[in-house]
């Protein structure tokens, strides 16, 4: 069963998911934006929303590469809780004139939405969507990608955390779970 619910508002440790994502962010980056249709509650973070719509995830990354200043974009779902600045500032490495994205993989699995986009690459999503594809793996193929699959140096733990995310109400529970056991002090 999906959550149901923005996920973005649901509430974590005593703060919103969103407010974690934000928080963990603006470690890396002091410029974060939001993409969002709909506003549930009062945001401070500029709102950026799709020119696309139902493109699913592909609209959303089209809309802040379309809209910011910026030279590169660093993304994150908003289910995803427990990213990790480690994490980004890993990916941010691949960042160069080679690339057009750097997209992690984690266990085998492609994680586009926390990935780091240049805002160049707007006419070749256009170009994804104009053709009826919504998946952003569909873009990949008209452009350089950097994938990362190698996180040497980062520790499992904040790699599973980091890539871990919210779909179902099991999951939130999970999330619950995970955040208890890395608030209680370990025993040796």
Not at 152 to 161: A, F, N, T, V
């Amino acid at each position: 069963m999906r959550m149901g619910t923005d996920k973005s508002e649901l509430i974590l440790g005593g703060h919103t998911v969103l407010d974690r994502v934000t928080s963990e962010l603006e470690k890396v980056t002091p410029d974060v934006v939001m993409n969002k249709n709909h506003r549930h509650r009062e945001c401070s973070l500029p709102i950026y929303e799709d020119i696309f719509h139902d493109v699913g995830p592909l609209g959303g990354i089209h809309a802040v590469l379309s809209q910011i200043d910026a030279d590169w974009v660093i993304f994150s779902a908003c289910d995803t809780p427990f990213i990790n600045e480690d994490v980004y500032r890993y990916l941010l490495r691949y960042c160069d004139e080679n690339h057009e994205a750097v997209v992690p993989v984690y266990e085998g699995r492609f994680h586009p939405l926390s990935g780091i986009y240049r805002t160049k690459i707007v006419h070749k999503i256009e170009q994804v969507i104009e053709v009826g594809e919504r998946r952003v793996r569909s873009l990949f193929d008209r452009i350089k990608v950097a994938e990362v699959s190698d996180f040497e140096g980062i520790e499992e733990d904040k790699l599973s955390r980091h890539f871990f995310n919210m779909n179902t109400k099991a999951d939130f529970k999970k999330a619950q779970q995970l955040l208890k056991s890395q608030e209680s002090p370990r025993h040796l």
